[in-house]
């Protein structure tokens, strides 16, 4: 397997990174009616991340506990031949009842919007939610589907060679990186 | 990093394969799982994808977790079961192939009394083939359902890993595919094999082909042993008297509690299916809940079958 020169680029230090769950966490509680109704879910493994440190935030602020759950939607992918044939499979895990609750989605990196159409596909092989929320720390742009973020951290135009994603810089302090491949 | 792991078109046994790709059929059973505890148990994964089950030999227990598996994943599953007494065997089974290959089945699932059947349907067909059992000599996806139910058990053994895992496989392990297998897949895995029964019924060369270690002596082979796998006295696979009889068997060779008092403090009991009380296992043993995990072996079979179809459909089955 070749390694592919690349180059890499820090695109929210971990202070941003933490500034803008917070401005995400804002303004989700500002349009919630019914906090005993959240239920917050990520996507693994990026959104899962993402979604604990929101959900901490959403804590704090209510003072009171937020069921989350996490959805591994590997199973559900439209890509099955022409990704590598070994992605990596996690678990989903969502014990609590989803029947008439507003589920807030988490993930970090919204760019096609596949992820998402496979992970509400997922979400209703569970049960019928009122609502299903997104909420992202980056949206990059390049959608091939009509979805779109409820709250996102930030909005920026990717190139489609290039990969963002999430990276844990020191225990527990969060970063987003970009990288583009070299030449 | 786990790109590569998997990047074969058939399975066709555990002879071959490497801790890597194990740990990456393991790795997508376990959370297939989560799968078969929902309400809806079923994923859209394999949709518009077809599993032919081929079995040329009776067997409920493996067709049936293989259509639900295939199933499960949303494939279209069918059930072909074709006698096996057939004296034009070499005919038949080109015609069952030829007729095979017009449906176009993405992965073919084959049980079959010959050893080394489904090498040979591999070269005939264009679909993934998966070995569900072929003789004497290989029965890959029970080896793996083994691997993961002792994979669970770990923690209860105070281990992180199979290294330096001891199994115990008790019984018949010359007619027996499922002793094969689960040797070469533990080898693989970096743990200990014994094979434990009377002479006749060892396969010969057993360290040799499997890395097995041979006891003759039941409570000496049970000694220290982390996993007791008891095996089935295949009566139905002797053609010639291979034991006195059954009763002198299990005084012999029946894992009961006193033997079993001989393993490793925690040792589990293990059993393919169908077990035969009072032949190879004790009821007192099958049915103890905190030492037999025969039930687990079945729930982790359906799992391993998902996570197998998944990975062969992810490289070769899915044209």
């Known amino acids: 397997m070749s390694v592919i020169p690349a180059r890499e680029e820090i695109l929210l230090t971990a202070s941003e990174t933490r500034a803008l769950i917070q401005q995400m966490a804002d303004r989700i509680l500002s349009d919630l009616a019914r906090p005993e109704n959240l239920v917050v879910v990520g996507i693994r493994r990026g959104g899962a991340v993402v979604a604990g440190l929101l959900r901490d935030r959403l804590v704090a602020a209510l003072g009171r506990q937020i069921p989350m759950g996490f959805l591994d939607i590997t199973f559900y992918r439209d890509d099955l031949r022409t990704i590598a044939p070994n992605p990596v499979v996690g678990a989903t895990d ?18 096609t919007g596949r992820t998402i159409r496979a992970a509400l596909n997922a979400l209703f092989d569970y049960g019928r939610p009122e609502c299903v929320e997104l909420a992202v720390l980056v949206d990059r742009g390049g959608r091939q589907l009509p979805i779109q973020p409820d709250y996102a951290g930030r909005a920026i135009e990717a190139g489609t060679r290039e990969t963002i994603k999430l990276a844990e810089r020191e225990k527990g302090e969060w970063i987003v990186v970009c990288r583009r491949p070299e030449g | 990093m786990g790109s590569h792991l998997w990047n074969r078109k058939h399975l066709l046994g555990m002879a071959d394969l490497s801790r890597e790709e194990i740990q990456s059929i393991l790795d997508a059973a376990a959370s297939l799982r989560e799968v078969n505890r929902r309400e809806i148990k079923k994923v859209p994964t394999l949709r518009g994808k077809t599993v032919i089950n081929l079995f040329f030999e009776n067997s409920t227990r493996t067709r049936t977790s293989f259509e639900l598996a295939g199933k499960r994943m949303s494939a279209d599953v069918i059930n072909m079961s074709v006698a096996s007494s057939s004296v034009k065997k070499g005919e038949t089974l080109i015609d ?71 199994v115990a496989v008790c019984g018949d392990s010359l007619h027996s595919r499922v002793a094969r297998s689960i040797a070469l897949g533990l080898r693989a895995m970096g743990g200990e094999v014994r094979f434990v029964g009377p002479p006749g019924l060892i396969p010969p060369k057993a360290e040799e082909a499997f890395g097995a270690r041979v006891y003759h002596d039941m409570e000496e082979g049970l000694d220290g042993a982390h996993v007791v796998m008891a095996l089935r006295l295949q009566l139905e696979r002797m053609t010639v008297g291979f034991i006195p009889s059954v009763r002198e068997y299990f005084a012999f060779w029946g894992l009961t509690r006193a033997r079993l008092a001989r393993a490793a403090p925690g040792a589990f009991v293990m059993h393919p299916g169908p077990i035969n009380r009072g032949v190879e296992i004790s009821s007192e043993v099958a049915d103890d809940r905190e030492r037999s995990v025969i039930l687990e072996q079945v729930a982790n079979g359906l799992a391993v079958r998902m996570a197998v179809l998944y990975r062969l459909c992810g490289v070769g089955g899915g044209r």
């Not at chain 1, 014990?95 to 760019?111: A, Q």
């Not at chain 2, 890959?140 to 923690?155: G, M, N």
């Open chain 1, 94 to 111: 969502l014990t609590m009842t989803i029947d008439g609750r507003r589920i807030l989605l988490v993930d970090d990196v919204l760019f």
């Open chain 2, 96 to 166: 069952t192939l030829a007729t095979l290959q017009a449906m176009n089945p993405d992965v073919v699932v084959i049980r079959h009394p010959e050893s080394g059947a489904q090498e040979f349907l591999a070269r005939h067909l264009d679909a993934a083939i998966v070995n569900a059992g072929d003789g004497r000599h290989e029965h890959p996806t029970q080896a793996l359902l083994d691997l993961l139910t002792i994979h669970d058990h770990l923690p209860l053994l105070d281990r992180s890993g199979f290294e330096g895992l001891v």
